[in-house]
């Protein structure tokens, strides 16, 4: 019915205080109501228990534990967050106050998605956390504008109310979308893709400088001594050395060598022989002895080889026949202090004959 003047001024005075407490108590938000009431149960917190009643239980593992999991999200399906539209309070029924909108239709959200997207806000990073939506779950607003759902709960809880973060509308309408989740699917497979390709192009390109040589003169003269070394390093393990048999082949042939001197030994060295021996010795003008570093008898030089100068000279002088000559005395000691039974060249280390030359 019609009221009088004063009566409509007092009904819209109630109707008006009505809403303004109802839009501050948050009726009905759309994540998170910071004033529900949560109520405890304590009404068996001080309840005695028997203790008689009580009994250990061990967990063998053999029994199945019956877990009830909650029904996962759909990692593609998009639907909306907000309830139902609360009642109309008593000042938006008068038409005091502008009635909270309705919801948006499919066709609607999908302008807004397509605004979204043309703005690119599922690429950049939540404005609330600053960081990327990667597989986490997002949500739109009415206003375009896109944040983590568990951000945007913590915001409308820590606030206390429904005010988008960035362009401070309220009132807003929220709807569940992936497209971040989509856009670091393609992201995540750009990079294994990226890194597949690098490596097949890297293993090629080292097959590639292990066949073909390079150019450059210095880089091709490197790369055909690493080849002739890999293949030498190929020809050594390919076959089994055996040191044992190695060392027995060396005793072997040093034994036949030995054999091949001492019949070059017993051979029977002339005269003429002799006198070579003797002029090559002479030619290497060695007026010393080797082993006392004393002067040999004048027979090594015949120029100046007379009965006079060989009385000075007590010493005899061997010629061997690898052409060395020494004092006989310091020969004949330097063989009684040497082992084996043939004897060696002090000098040369090879077996001799041995001559005494005369004045």
Not at 18 to 32: T, V, Y
Not at 47 to 53: A, I, L, Q, S
Not at 74 to 100: H, R
Not at 228 to 243: A, F, H, K, P, T
Request: include cysteine; proline fraction near 6%.
């Amino acid at each position: 019915g019609r009221f009088s003047k004063p009566e409509a001024i007092t009904v819209s005075a109630v109707a008006l205080q009505d809403h303004i407490i109802h839009s501050h108590q948050l009726q009905d938000p759309s994540l998170a109501n910071p004033f529900k009431s949560r109520t405890r149960n304590i009404k068996n917190i001080y309840k005695p228990v028997n203790k008689e009643m009580v009994r250990a239980v061990v967990d063998t593992g053999l029994r199945k534990k019956s877990t009830h999991y909650e029904n996962k999200e759909d990692a593609e399906k998009e639907y909306v967050l907000d309830p139902s539209p609360p009642q109309l309070t008593l000042a938006q029924k008068l038409g005091l106050v502008e009635p909270p909108s309705s919801p948006l239709t499919a066709e609607e959200w999908g302008k807004i998605k397509q605004r979204s997207i043309e703005h690119g806000d599922s690429i950049q990073p939540c404005a609330i956390c600053r960081e990327e939506f990667a597989l986490q779950p997002q949500v739109l607003l009415s206003c375009s504008h896109v944040f983590h759902k568990a951000c945007l709960k913590a915001f409308e809880k820590c606030r206390g109310k429904k005010c988008c973060p960035m362009c401070r509308k309220e009132q807003y309408q929220t709807r569940v979308i992936h497209d971040g989740a989509r856009l670091f699917k393609i992201k995540c497979a750009i990079r294994i893709q990226a890194s597949w390709r690098g490596y097949i192009v890297r293993k090629w390109y080292k097959n590639l400088r292990k066949t073909v040589p390079p150019k450059d003169s210095k880089l091709r003269k490197q790369f055909l001594e690493q080849k002739v070394q890999e293949i030498s390093n190929r020809l050594l393990s390919s076959y089994d050395i055996n040191l044992d048999e190695f060392f027995s082949e060396i005793d072997s042939s040093i034994a036949a060598s030995r054999d091949v001197f001492q019949q070059l030994e017993k051979i029977v060295i002339s005269e003429t022989d002799w006198e070579k021996i003797q002029i090559q010795a002479f030619r290497q003008e060695i007026s010393d002895c080797p082993i006392c570093i004393m002067p040999l008898s004048p027979a090594v030089h015949p120029a100046s080889l007379s009965p006079g100068n060989c009385k000075q000279f007590s010493r005899q002088t061997v010629l061997l026949s690898c052409s060395h000559l020494f004092h006989h005395a310091c020969l004949q000691a330097f063989e009684e202090f040497s082992l084996g039974e043939r004897h060696l060249c002090p000098l040369c280390r090879s077996y001799y004959q041995k001559k005494i030359l005369k004045c």
